[in-house]
């Protein structure tokens, strides 16, 4: 069964500092990953996806995650964090592309 | 306007009652999910569609029925509400790989 572990329940970065937020999959053949977002009271929101090809992926709001294989993970990263950043992350498995089983996600605070 | 939607937005209702949620879209996707949104859970799939008639079980199904009998629509009914189903539900559609959520309904089962 494809699956994800975001290790980290709670991340807090000052703003303006780099982030890594983990994602470890366990799969045996090449996954379907994304990264959703959801900002307080919202909805949520795609930030990037991988299917296949360049194991560097670029997303929205200057964000990016690189997948690898040796490490079976797919870390989102952002080089400088903004205040509207603070939200909740999910690391989310697809099945022929369809994103299906969300996890409990990483909830991102940014203090000043 | 072209979307997504879900009502209604907020219910309040009583243990051992049916409630039945809508989710509506308009761009004709195929696949259509429910999911529910409980602190300490992040999102649970509770079931989704690849198609008209075509509907299969998530992670959390007990409780919970669904139809598709056309493609825009997919609603999710408690056929007898329980506390434990006190949540946000939220409907999503995809196309190609990327989901679309509606805003969200939360449901409080008193």
């Not at chain 2, 408690?78 to 409907?91: G, I, K, N, W």
Request: glycine content about 10%; overall charge neutral; some cysteine.
């Amino acid at each position: 069964a494809q699956s994800v572990t975001q290790p980290d329940i709670h991340i807090t970065v000052s703003e303006g500092a780099s982030l890594e937020l983990r994602c470890n999959y366990s799969y045996g053949a090449t996954p379907y990953l994304f990264w959703y977002v959801q900002s307080p009271g919202q909805g949520l929101q795609l930030l990037l996806k991988y299917f296949s090809g360049d194991t560097l992926v670029q997303g929205i709001k200057g964000f990016e995650a690189e997948f690898k294989r040796s490490q079976s993970s797919f870390n989102l990263r952002k080089p400088s964090v903004h205040w509207s950043d603070a939200a909740e992350y999910f690391c989310v498995p697809g099945c022929s592309g369809y994103a299906l089983n969300f996890g409990k996600g990483t909830s991102l605070l940014v203090t000043p | 306007d072209a979307g997504i939607t879900q009502s209604p937005r907020y219910k309040i209702t009583e243990t051992g009652r049916q409630v039945t949620l809508m989710c509506h879209q308009t761009w004709s996707h195929s696949y259509m999910f429910w999911y529910r949104q409980d602190l300490g859970h992040g999102l649970r799939l509770i079931y989704y569609s690849a198609a008209a008639d075509i509907t299969d079980k998530g992670e959390v199904p007990d409780g919970y029925v669904v139809s598709r009998s056309k493609t825009e629509n997919f609603p999710l009914t408690l056929e007898s509400a329980t506390r434990s189903q006190t949540s946000v539900y939220f409907c999503a559609s995809s196309d190609i790989g990327e989901l679309f959520f509606g805003e969200g309904s939360r449901l409080t089962v008193l």
